[in-house]
């Protein structure tokens, strides 16, 4: 089974060949020819209610391909720098985010990620730890439709570092955020972070959790007999 997830500000489409679909969501629409496919993705982007379209098709990578041609793809990367139980954020225009941006001629996506958080965050010496996932999201500029896919890395850096926002991109703030605040912020970002951001949020919980069930082992084992 495979499944696709685009992101449209708060609205969303999933693309899915999960047969289930056709019998639990009355709502899908069933991908029948690439034109009657594109013509109901495109009313819905121009409609102003909010959405949660799915999209079914027996080949969701075939289903993929082709929603990805009615677009300009572009392509981006960003990192999620964490130091201890913290997260890197900024706010841009009002908004809390994560640092990212468009990958440049020449460049490979792990350079993108790094120089845009350097950049926008004005913080050196980061080391990439792990990919992460890539999110797609949707937006409209200069009389075209995009489609955008960003590529997300975990990254480290040293301590101590001053913390300057590129205020010529409109970033506003960069702060430290604990993970488990991260709920509190979430009505404050895009909802194409949102997963990136709950999915860190759950692995803290589970290192938590595991670090706790072994002190509990721990304390067991010293008990006296």
């Not at 460049?107 to 990919?131: K, N």
């Not at 009505?187 to 997963?195: E, F, I, M």
């Amino acid at each position: 089974m495979q499944m696709y997830k685009v992101f449209f500000k708060e609205s969303s489409f999933l693309l899915s060949d999960d047969k289930s679909l056709l019998k639990n969501s009355p709502d899908v629409f069933v991908h029948t020819s690439s034109q009657t496919t594109k013509n109901y993705i495109f009313h819905l982007l121009r409609e102003p209610n909010i959405f949660h379209a799915k999209i079914y098709a027996p080949d969701a990578g075939q289903l993929f391909a082709e929603f990805q041609s009615f677009f300009t793809v572009v392509e981006a990367a960003g990192g999620i720098v964490r130091q201890t139980d913290q997260l890197l954020m900024i706010k841009r225009l009002g908004v809390i985010d994560l640092p990212k941006g468009h990958v440049e001629q020449g460049e490979s996506i792990e350079e993108c990620a790094l120089r845009e958080v350097e950049e926008e965050c004005g913080i050196r010496e980061l080391t990439i730890q792990t990919f992460l996932q890539t999110t797609w999201h949707i937006y409209f500029r200069e009389e075209k439709w995009h489609l955008k896919k960003t590529y997300w890395y975990t990254m480290t850096c040293p301590t101590g570092q001053a913390l300057i926002p590129q205020t010529a991109e409109g970033i506003e703030e960069v702060f430290w955020l604990r993970t488990r605040e991260i709920d509190r912020i979430l009505p404050q970002t895009y909802a194409s972070l949102r997963g990136v951001l709950q999915a860190l949020q759950k692995a803290r919980n589970g290192i938590t959790k595991s670090c706790l069930f072994y002190g509990i082992l721990l304390n067991r084992s010293s008990e006296p007999a």
